[in-house]
């Protein structure tokens, strides 16, 4: 390949987690597990299985019900270890609780942990954590709508997921790999009507000082929706907004332009691309929805790019943009999520209606994971069946088809905040580049929300992520989603 040696972080990456991750032992069905506190838990059925670790069903002795699971791998292995002590620190049920109270929320897609402890398991020590079990991820729903969800269930899914940032940014850390693998619904009755977010394996504290960036971090994350900070290898809230965005685009049908380029061997190319994207994002969004930007989603992408580095965003402002679209759509925002897809005329839709087969058999053969758990697990969740009339028109504007600009600044990634002229650079140039521009935005008080709130890839490997710097607990960098959580 032409430009192997500009890929570093990658393949040492790649290497390194062949001789460092040890597969888990099985457990056999029946097994009890006994966690810190002395807690018992038998084991059931296995329910998916990935790279680092398997996750099986479970319920406490005693009890019938498999309403949790436990995730088990190897007590050498880094990513259970940096998720464990995540959840530990910042997701106790006490806190979320709190949070929610404050914030007049009756519903919140934060997870949290049940108990945790270390097993020995055909004489070798493995750890593992309980957690409460959830339904099936949005891979499946996009997969049976050929990629794309109801307009309606993408504003509801995003309000969802800025509540949990807010939360998460609240405790200092970042998550930095929302996707569609990493949310699932919720279980039992109104369960569907909530989505969570999993997967904790890359939350590290975020930036408040200099923008530094760090050649151990570059790329890290879901290369489809790394932020550019992430790409520089600097944790910033930002970053988390920018990997929303870039999911909210995905879902209302568009492809991504390093998608559609097929760039994402490289991901150099992939930052570049992203930078191109971001630079000019009003005409970048144009290409992808000819017929109509939705508003809140230009909103929002517009307001990201005005975002400094170490600026704390303005969650009920963005959530706002989505709440109105919500009222615009006639689109109640409570209930079970919706995620069938109505009959729409074309002058209604941005994007023509998709082939479901040839972008199923896309998304499969995108289906390359360093390994990852199976998403694709064959639970049925009871989603709104309601056929109810949705407005979806927009205001609409007669636009012409731009492709995104391929300007990147010249600026030095330490002075990324400080807006300058854009300037042409060649495609193959792969020193980071980017203008992230300053505007300083007022914060709004949250307002109580009194209605319930609802919301592969290829992945670069990078190892030793900091969990939390103060406390000096490292591990490295988790690559398995918890999409298995949900039942088989």
Known sequence: MPRVA???????AKKAKSQ???MP??????????????????????????????I???????????????????????????EMHFYLRNAKLKDIKQFMQKNGLKSLGMPYILANGSVEVNGEKHRFIVMPRYGSDLTKFLERNGKRLPEGTVYRLAIQMLDVYQYMHSKGYVHADLKAANILLGLGKGGAAQAYLVDFGL?????????KPDPKKMHNGTLEYTSRDAHLGVPTRRSDLEVLGYNLIEWLGAELPWVKQKLLAVPLKVQKAKEAFMDNIGESLKALFPKGVPPPIGDFMKYVTK?????EPDYDKCSSWFSSALKQLKIPNSGDLDFKLKTQNSSDNNLSPPSTSQAATARKARKIYSPVLNSSLDEEISASEEDAEEDMSYRKKTVKKVTPSARNAKVSPLTRDAPVPAAESSPDQTKPKSTPKERATPKTSRKPKGTPKTSKTIKNDCTNNKIAAEDGVAGQSKREPFSALHIN
């Open 6 to 12: 500009k890929p570093k972080a990658a393949a040492p």
């Open 56 to 82: 099986y069903a479970a319920c406490k002795v005693g009890e019938k019900n498999y309403d949790a699971v436990v995730k088990c791998e190897p007590h050498g292995n880094g990513p259970l270890f940096v």
């Open 25 to 54: 032992e099985k457990v056999k069905e029946g097994t009890v597990f006994t966690d810190l506190a002395e807690g018992q838990w038998r084991i059931g059925p296995s329910i998916g299985v990935g790279g680092f670790g398997e």
């Open 307 to 311: 975002l400094t580095h170490n600026q």
């Open 203 to 211: 939350a590290s504290h975020f930036v408040t000082g200099d923008f």
């Open 20 to 22: 460092l991750y040890k």
